[in-house]
């Protein structure tokens, strides 16, 4: 049984920075893989970053690009998403989602990525306004 929770969102400005977290427990193994998703007003759920273990593989949008990245404390079991250079379009409820296998979606971003993660927690609100 996985659990994720994740915290860290807030409003920020325009080209400001925040590091988005996700809790894990209940990991029996170290195959696993964690997504960031996201859900803009009016918009699908949309995947963000991904990475999988013990390979370390990532995939992740082309929006974010450059901006994003993803990075794992074995220590603590938290997954973190350090969020820079943000814009107005990165605005929305971030979710962390688990699954027990190792492999990010290769189709990440597609609309039916998100059914490949059987754990999910309860979201993050992140507002990009000036």
């Known amino acids: 049984q996985l659990q994720v929770a994740e915290s860290g969102g807030g409003l920020v400005q325009p080209g400001g920075s925040l590091r988005l977290s996700c809790a894990l427990s209940?990991?029996?193994?170290?195959?696993?893989?964690i997504g960031w998703f996201r859900q803009g007003p009016g918009n699908q759920r949309e995947g963000v970053y991904c990475?999988?273990?013990?390979?370390?593989?990532?995939n992740y949008g082309d929006s974010v690009e450059g901006r994003f990245t993803i990075s794992r404390d074995g220590a603590t079991n938290t997954v973190y998403l350090q969020m820079n250079n943000l814009k107005v379009e990165d605005t929305g409820v971030y979710y962390c989602?688990?699954?027990?296998?190792?492999?990010?979606?290769?189709?990440?971003?597609?609309?039916?990525?998100?059914?490949?993660?059987?754990?999910w927690g309860q979201g993050t609100q992140v507002t990009v306004s000036s």
């Open positions: 989602a688990g699954r027990l296998r190792r492999g990010c979606p290769s189709l990440y971003t597609g609309s039916r990525a998100y059914q490949m993660f059987d754990y």
């Open positions: 209940g990991l029996t193994s170290d195959n696993y893989a």
């Open positions: 990475i999988s273990r013990p390979d370390n593989s990532v």
